[in-house]
């Protein structure tokens, strides 16, 4: 209902049964890619480790498939430790060869729409000064953007929610939750070997 259909991808909200697709997502950022999303140098334990804490009940995420693979990801995280009413920080990660199509203004718009629809004061995002995509995707929402040390801060203050809003994401999540379970059961599936899926329908029979 609310998914968007991007160059042949969906963007959806991410659940933990989407875990094992986000961690592989971050794993395949190159070494420049992986700097510009944490500011910093990191390696596959790393990322491991981060994909591992990325659902909890403060943390929401959408991402972008294609052909069941996601190919980029956008989070809200509190900063407050409330996601509801507090400051909240957004981040992103697009693999390179599925940039320039649109695909981080539609995360965005969801990252923004959930941080509105959650009373958030703020968002803040936090790109190094030569991240030009992040500069040009937190501009197209009216972020203020100020330098801090040697990378860009911005801040984008969060208009309150109303009807549209709160359905949208509603619908969102809901359509979302169950692409994601279907998902799940392929996947599940597709692991199970052919004697067994037989054996199991002999016993049905």
């Given at each position: 209902m609310e998914q968007a259909i991007?160059?042949?991808?969906?963007?959806?909200?991410?659940?933990?049964?989407?875990?094992?697709?986000?961690c592989d997502h971050l794993l395949r950022?190159?070494?420049?890619?992986?700097?510009d999303r944490f500011a910093?140098?990191?390696?596959?334990?790393?990322?491991?480790?981060?994909?591992e804490r990325c659902f909890g009940i403060d943390?929401?995420?959408?991402?972008?498939?294609?052909?069941g693979v996601l190919r980029g990801a956008g989070e809200l995280r509190s900063v407050s430790k409330k996601i509801f009413g507090g400051l909240v920080e957004a981040?992103?990660?697009?693999?390179?060869?599925?940039?320039r199509r649109g695909?981080?203004?539609?995360?965005?718009?969801?990252?923004?729409?959930?941080?509105?629809?959650r009373r958030a004061e703020t968002i803040y995002m936090t790109c190094l000064a030569q991240n030009v995509a992040m500069q040009g995707l937190a501009r197209k929402f009216s972020a203020d953007l100020r330098f801090e040390t040697d990378d860009q801060?911005?801040?984008?203050?969060?208009?309150?929610?109303?009807?549209?809003?709160?359905?949208?994401?509603?619908?969102?999540?809901?359509?979302?939750?169950?692409?994601?379970?279907?998902?799940?059961?392929?996947?599940?599936?597709?692991?199970?070997?052919?004697?067994m899926y037989k054996a199991q329908r002999n016993r049905r029979a």
């Open positions: 991007i160059h042949g991808g969906v963007v959806r909200r991410l659940w933990p049964a989407d875990f094992p697709a986000l950022l190159d070494s420049q890619s992986r700097y910093m140098a990191v390696n596959d334990d790393f990322l491991i480790r981060y994909a943390d929401l995420i959408y991402g972008y498939y294609v052909d981040a992103f990660s697009v693999e390179s060869e599925w940039r695909v981080g203004t539609e995360l965005m718009s969801r990252i923004v729409r959930a941080a509105r629809n801060t911005g801040k984008l203050v969060v208009r309150s929610p109303n009807a549209a809003s709160v359905w949208g994401e509603f619908a969102d999540n809901a359509t979302s939750f169950a692409t994601a379970m279907l998902d799940l059961q392929t996947r599940v599936f597709s692991m199970q070997p052919r004697g």
